[in-house]
T-cell receptor, first 109, second 116 residues
Framework: KQEVTQIPAALSVPEGENLVLNCSFT??????LQWFRQDPGKGLTSLLL?????REQTSGRLNASLDKSSGRSTLYIAASQPGDSATYLC????????FGTGTRLQVFP | GAVVSQHPSRVICKSGTSVKIECRSL??????MFWYRQFPKQSLMLMAT?????????EQGVEKDKFLINHASLTLSTLTVTSAHPEDSSFYIC????????????FGPGTRLTVT
């Protein structure tokens, strides 16, 4: 059974710091992995999708890497801003999405 | 990216009544739609996979007679919570994707259900 874990569960940092959020999964047989952002009481915003054959994807200040063999993905956020405050979810796709436990990020001015 | 809508965004109902939530893919045809629920400060849990023209596939522990799913067209799936109880209060989110589930999923904005 696929299990997805995210570390840390919560993170509070001052503005400007570079951050690394971690996601690990137990079964490497995945089609792709997605990172999402969720603001309180809102739906999901897709940030990055990495296909199983890819190693990383970049969008602006965000960079996501995937090491399928070791069951790990990281989301790197450069020069964090207060507007980055949200919950970040990773999800692996095995014909259906299995979500991680989430990392609650707070960036303070 | 593709657009998925949900209606209503919020609903309050009395215990024992039924509530229908709609999920629409606005600019693409979705052969597969997924329904999730999310309790406060928890992650999304898949409830069921909805395939156009066939019966939904429910995850273990999800009562199919309580959570009725209909996927009558390539752009619409509905989730009906029957005989709702306060413990059904949750945030319900749908997603849609073209082709099989391995394709990228696009998420709706969610529906907040409160059962009093």
């Amino acid at each position: 059974k696929q299990e997805v874990t995210q570390i840390p569960a919560a993170l509070s940092v001052p503005e400007g710091e570079n951050l690394v959020l971690n996601c690990s999964f137990t079964d490497s047989a995945i089609y792709n992995l997605q990172w999402f952002r969720q603001d309180p009481g809102k739906g999901l915003t897709s940030l990055l999708l990495i296909q199983s054959s890819q190693r990383e994807q970049t969008s602006g200040r965000l960079n996501a890497s995937l090491d399928k063999s070791s069951g790990r993905s990281t989301l790197y956020i450069a020069a964090s801003q207060p507007g980055d405050s949200a919950t970040y979810l990773c999800a692996v796709n095995t014909d259906k999405l299995i979500f991680g436990t989430g990392t609650r990020l707070q960036v303070f001015p | 990216g593709a657009v998925v809508s949900q209606h209503p965004s919020r609903v309050i109902c009395k215990s024992g009544t039924s509530v229908k939530i709609e999920c629409r893919s606005l600019d693409f045809q979705a052969t597969t739609m997924f329904w999730y629920r999310q309790f406060p400060k928890q992650s999304l849990m898949l409830m069921a996979t909805s395939n156009e023209g066939s019966k939904a596939t429910y995850e273990q522990g999800v009562e199919k007679d309580k959570f009725l799913i209909n996927h009558a067209s390539l752009t619409l799936s509905t989730l009906t919570v029957t005989s709702a109880h306060p413990e059904d209060s949750s945030f319900y989110i749908c997603s849609a994707g073209g082709g099989t589930g391995k394709n990228e999923q696009y998420f709706g904005p969610g529906t907040r259900l409160t059962v009093t």
